[in-house]
């Protein structure tokens, strides 16, 4: 080695037991600076359990995969929830008495991915494939989202309730979508999947004439929003369980 | 008419056609309930509400449909959970499809109903419910315990496959309303401030998250605080009383303290009142002290009423006030009269002045204010009357003068006259000259007016010089003598009056001793009291003891006469006897003939001259 990296070495070596009287005779500035770097390394290496923030597009920045499933998994729990709740919201406005129920047997745009089914078939598959039918569900409803949010308020008389939970929902979709992004390039780096996701072709009927129909339309979308966010919710806790706990959550 | 039938027919067919819901349909409650413990199966059951025969009059079937699926398929189990039921295990279970069962009856649909698995998900009740004490309070009423549980076993909660939230209700057990915490995710918590004493009821439910359905309750934990004895039993803590006395003591003490330290000196004055020590009126006791003395005098001199003492250092010298009666202010008894009226004074215990701020010692309390004699009521044995009496005898006396002079027919008008307006009531002098006594009475009027005015003393005695005592014991004064027994004594000292004539330089009356001495006829006498002046005026008078002696056997003129012409009257004496309480004997010593320095500076003679005079 170089005298200058010896010299940078025993620098660095020294420099958590800089003596005081090398600081009052000028090195202050630089020893200080490095003293509090090194303080600053060896607190967030001790367990911090705040989650740390990476500004986007840096790539030394490492969250670790633990974090990035808790945020997903609150992400997705939230998303599920406000939902629910505007599912709800909505059939008790709109949708009773009016046997919509039944004719929401047809599935949603989403049914042409096989998601697993039960229980079984989720322990089943592999979490690579999970997490790519998760990000293709994800990916499916960014355009219906969007579209949701812009019809809903051509709804007569629509609760202002219903209306913000469209904007969240949408909103927290894209977060989501992106920290399963993360995952999967920590999870399955390198690997480019081909985007797998569904087209939604239910725009015309969102902004059908027949108030009756139209009602049906928002109702049916709901319905497949509400059952495909709890999919993607028990589909991240299972994921989580498996891969951070190990299945001992 | 066949056309109206059809067409009504079809209207009714179409109506049950809209109508798909079951409870439209036939227009009763449902009955069919599903539900799903884990996610994983569910069931479906079915009350017997209104048929009380379904299975008599035949089987009851139930009917499902899977989204994906045309047809309806019949319950595959209808036993395993139980009566009326029909259970769905994983293999038939999908989680996200939606389902139709329905209920029939020999093509009868009772009732129908579509949902999806994950929508129905009540879990079990928790199990395994305990508690622990955590801890007590101080007053041992309250104590804090820790309840835990387990998630019912059914459910996977481990795989993540469900996420399970609990809510906590519990009750004392002679209570009837459930008591609910918010619902946790936790599988632990504490209850805090439950009574020692009671006994109470917990009860766990869960729900899976984000759900609305609760499953059902477990069973009721049963805690027994009962059984934990605790040191105080009662629920109502008794009025601390011991606490309540001893914080009291303490904070009373505390205050006292307190007051003592801050009020110290206000508690001495009154426990402790202090002494009023003797003080002139106006004069700063810090200056007497620091001996600034001429700051005293000009304090003193701003005062009328009072005169310097400028022989404070000549201790030995002795000074009598004199004092020009005022009959118009005086109120109180002559000197003279309570050297005379000894049963007064013994029974008044009357010595002589009150004390004022003049400092003359008196018998009276010493602090009465300063106010002369006007305000010495408890002095002055004398009376009204004998006030009178005083004045009336000192007119006599005045008279006396008066007629000495108008014999003599000697008067020095002018004297008076020049007389400066300072010389006050007390400077004027003794004298046994007629003359001078004469002018003085004859100016007495407006002298005595003059001085009157301007006297700020209220009364001042007129001070004689005791001549003589007679045997009968009373006191032979010269001039202005006083004499209550005998008016014959007035004559007795024309002749001393007239021999007094001398030209006095009216110095602002201020006389010579030596010519006052001549005028003097000293046979026996009392002493009178000296007086330390602290009355100041620009100038004053003094008058020196006189020699006077006691001479018994000089009575009458005669003795006058001898010690009048022959002796020098001795400027200064010594005492002699003390014949207490009435006075002083005073020996006349022979002094030598004053020089004329001493002629001249006369009134008062400094101390190199008396070295001189004195052996």
């Known amino acids: ?249 | 008419m066949d056309l109206r039938q059809l067409l009504l027919i079809l209207a009714l067919v179409c109506a049950n056609d809209s109508l798909s819901t079951s409870e439209v349909i036939l227009g009763r409650p449902p009955i069919i309930k599903c539900r799903s413990p884990e996610q994983e199966t569910f069931s479906c059951h079915w009350t017997d509400r209104d048929f009380l025969n379904l299975t008599t009059l035949g089987t009851v079937q139930l009917l499902y449909m899977r989204r994906n699926d045309e047809e309806w398929k019949e319950c595959p189990d209808y036993v395993t959970a139980g009566e009326n039921s029909c259970y769905f295990n994983t293999s038939y279970t999908s989680i996200w499809i939606t389902y139709c069962v329905k209920l029939i009856k020999k093509d009868e649909v009772l009732d129908e109903k579509c949902f999806s698995v994950d929508e129905i998900v009540q879990p079990d009740p928790p199990v395994g419910l305990n508690w622990t004490l955590l801890n007590t309070s101080l007053t041992g009423i309250h104590a804090d315990i820790q309840v835990r549980w387990d998630p019912p076993p059914s459910a996977d909660v481990q795989k993540g496959w469900i996420t399970l939230e609990y809510e906590l209700q519990y009750k004392d057990v002679n209570e009837t309303k459930w008591r609910e915490l918010e619902p946790m995710l936790t599988t632990v918590v504490p209850l805090y401030s439950l009574k020692l004493g009671r006994d109470y009821e917990i009860r766990v439910r869960s729900r899976q998250r984000a759900s609305e359905k609760f499953g059902e309750f477990s069973e009721a934990l049963y805690v027994s605080l009962s059984s934990i004895s605790s040191v105080l039993c009662n629920e109502e803590i008794e009025f601390p009383w011991l606490l309540v006395i001893v914080f009291g003591t303490f904070g009373l003490i505390v205050v006292m303290f307190l007051i003592l330290f801050s009020k110290h000196r206000r508690l001495k004055m009154l426990i402790l009142p202090p002494v009023p020590a003797p003080k002139i009126k106006g004069i700063d006791p810090d200056l007497l002290k620091k001996g600034k003395l001429d700051e005293v005098n000009s304090i003193l001199a701003s005062h009328d009423s009072y005169k310097p003492q400028l022989y404070n250092d000549d201790s030995w010298v002795e000074f009598i006030e004199l004092d020009i009666d005022d009959p118009d202010e005086k109120t109180d008894g002559l000197d003279t009269d309570r050297l005379l009226g000894d049963d007064h004074c013994k029974s008044h215990n009357c010595l002589g002045v009150k004390d004022d701020d003049s400092g003359r010692a008196s018998c009276c309390e010493p602090d009465i204010p300063e106010t002369d004699f006007s305000a010495s009521d408890t002095c002055d044995g004398t009376s009204d009357i004998d006030q009178s009496k005083k004045i009336s005898q000192k007119e006599e006396d005045l008279l006396c003068l008066d007629q000495k002079d108008n014999d003599e027919s000697h008067a020095s008008p002018a004297d008076p006259t020049t007389r400066k307006p300072n010389t006050n009531i007390q400077s004027e002098v003794n004298q046994s000259k007629p003359p001078f006594a004469d002018s003085i009475e004859s100016t007495s009027p407006p002298v005595r007016t003059q001085l009157s005015n301007q006297s700020s003393v209220a009364n001042i005695d007129f001070y004689a010089q005791v001549s003589d005592v007679t045997p009968a014991g009373s006191v032979v004064l010269s001039p202005g003598q006083t004499n209550k027994t005998k008016r014959t004594q007035c004559e007795a000292y024309t002749e001393p009056a007239i021999q007094c004539q001398p030209n006095f330089t009216m110095d602002s009356a201020y006389f010579c001793e030596a010519d006052v001495k001549k005028c003097i006829a000293a046979t026996s006498h009392d002493a009178v009291e000296p007086h330390v002046q602290e009355q100041s005026f620009n100038e004053d008078v003094y008058f020196t003891t006189e020699s006077l002696t006691t001479t018994a056997e000089n009575p009458g003129a005669a003795a006058v006469e001898a010690s009048s012409s022959e002796m020098p009257v001795p400027d200064y004496t010594s005492i002699h006897i003390v014949h207490s309480p009435q006075g002083l004997v005073l020996n006349a010593t022979a002094l030598p003939v004053p020089d004329k320095e001493f002629m001249i500076s006369c009134g008062y003679v400094s101390t190199d001259q008396l070295n001189k005079i004195m052996p």
């Open chain 1, 1 to 249: 080695m170089s005298k200058e990296a010896l010299k940078l070495q025993n620098k660095e070596f020294r420099v958590p037991y800089v003596p005081i009287t090398w600081v009052r005779n000028g090195l202050s500035e630089g020893v200080l600076l490095v003293v509090l770097l090194v303080s600053n390394m060896l607190l967030s290496k001790k367990g911090a359990t705040s989650l740390p923030i990476c500004p986007s597009g840096s790539v030394g920045c490492q969250v670790s995969l633990g974090n990035l499933f808790d945020r997903a998994v609150k992400l997705s729990h939230y998303i599920h929830s406000l939902s629910s709740e505007m599912f709800n919201e909505f059939d008790e406005r709109y949708a009773q008495g009016r046997g919509f129920i039944t004719k929401a047997i047809n599935g949603c745009h989403t049914s042409s991915l096989t998601t697993p089914e039960d229980k079984e078939q989720a322990q089943q598959i592999h979490h690579e494939d999970l997490l790519n039918l998760v990000l293709g569900v994800l990916r499916s409803w960014n355009d219906p989202l969007l579209h949701l949010v812009s019809e809903v308020q051509s709804i007569k008389e629509a609760p202002d309730t219903i209306l913000w939970k469209a904007v969240e929902i949408e909103e927290q979709n894209k977060r989501l979508l992106e920290g399963m992004e993360k995952i999967v390039g920590q999870v399955h780096p390198g690997e480019i999947e081909n985007e797998v996701y569904s087209r939604w072709s239910g725009l015309p009927s969102l902004q059908m004439a027949d108030e009756d129909s139209r009602l049906f339309a928002f109702y049916s979308l709901l319905h497949c929003l509400r059952r495909d966010s709890h999919k993607i919710d028990n589909y991240l806790k299972l994921l989580k369980c498996r891969l951070i706990h190990d299945s001992n959550c």
